[in-house]
């Protein structure tokens, strides 16, 4: 059985999981880079029966899928992959199993954003390192807005740490109620009051259809000209050519971006030219101890599918399918 580790970008799988724990005759590859293009993606993984894909680096389609008439297991790092097609893989068969992560990788991140963003750390740094000593004046938190988009399980953890720097928190997403809010300490307001009045806005969504675009050029428009956005989330929750024009038109302070509407962003990306905009290559879920138990999780879908009995399925629906023959 050949197993493909895709977009292993800092080339770590290899160090961070104990692969020779698999039964004997597994051959793994890891692989560094990403490849966009259908016909070289399908072409790379023609002969492998499992693949693991890091969510969510490159995507499984429909039309992908079925021109891998060898994939018998499909594996994404985390609980849930929106761009694998679920529904698709059903239908022919194959299962799509999970692996959980640990740490709080995504709230740490979403602090060090904030906190460069505003201070001004990687600027200084880069002039630092160039002769200039001491170039931007920063912005501090006490006392400012921090508005959060979804109080889930990281916008709640965002929300403990805005307290402690003595931040006003205020949250609004579509089911949040009042005591849900209380109950992080924030106060439950309108979307347009929200983006009115933080001074920083921080999205904690998972992408849907009803999350798609949901950050638009009306609530753009509202925020004020000093106010920071930030987004660990999902890039296409933010209109990005919208956020592109408040930010080439300074009609807000600055934005700090770690997900795109296409990963990973090219180097021609007008993201790269605007004005105190901090890019982050999607390092979220990107922690020593989240890839150990991300790779450790698909050692063990390995071993339990080889086994025939498959654990963590995403696609439920495929354990039914008449297509589904699994691995004896």
């Known amino acids: 059985m050949k197993l493909a580790i895709l977009d292993d970008y800092q080339g770590t799988a290899k160090y961070l999981g104990d692969w020779s724990s698999l039964p004997p005759g597994t051959n793994v590859q890891f692989f560094q880079d990403h490849i966009a293009n259908e016909d070289k993606l399908v072409e790379r993984l023609k002969d492998f029966d499992m693949v693991m894909g890091m969510r ?196 807000i302070a600055g934005a700090a971006l770690d997900t795109f509407d296409v990963e990973p962003l090219p180097l021609s990306h007008p993201l790269f030219k605007t004005p105190n905009t901090l890019i982050c290559p999607h390092l979220g879920y990107v922690t020593e101890e989240g890839y150990r138990a991300f790779y450790s999780g698909v050692i063990e879908n390995v071993r339990a599918f080889l086994s025939g009995e498959p654990i963590r399925v995403i696609n439920e629906a495929v354990l039914t399918s008449a297509e589904f023959r699994g691995y004896n």
Not at 121 to 132: M, P, Y
Not at 168 to 193: F, G, P, R
Not at 204 to 221: I, K, M, P, Q, Y
């Open 56 to 251: 969510e680096r490159t995507p499984f389609t429909r039309s992908i899928l079925s021109r891998l008439p060898k994939l018998r297991l499909l594996m994404t790092t985390g609980l849930r992959n929106a761009s694998f097609d679920m529904e698709a893989a059903s239908d022919m068969g194959i299962p799509v199993c999970g692996a959980s992560g640990a740490g709080e990788g995504p709230t740490e991140l979403t602090w060090g954003l904030i906190l460069s963003l505003l201070r001004h750390i990687h600027e200084e740094d880069k002039r630092s390192r160039e002769g200039s000593w001491g170039t931007t004046v920063g912005v501090g938190l006490k006392g400012k807005t921090l508005g959060l988009i979804g109080l889930g399980h990281i916008g709640s953890l965002v929300a403990k740490v805005g307290k402690a720097f003595d931040m006003n928190i205020i949250a609004w997403s579509q089911n949040m109620t009042a005591e849900l809010a209380k109950e992080c300490d924030a106060t439950l307001v309108d979307k347009e009051t929200l983006f009115r009045e933080s001074d920083v806005v921080s999205v904690h969504l998972v992408l849907s259809d009803r999350s798609r675009g949901l950050v638009g050029a009306a609530e753009l428009e509202l925020m004020k000209s000093t106010a920071f956005l930030v987004n660990i989330s999902r890039g296409p929750i933010v209109d990005e050519k919208a956020l592109i024009d408040v930010l080439e038109r300074k009609a």
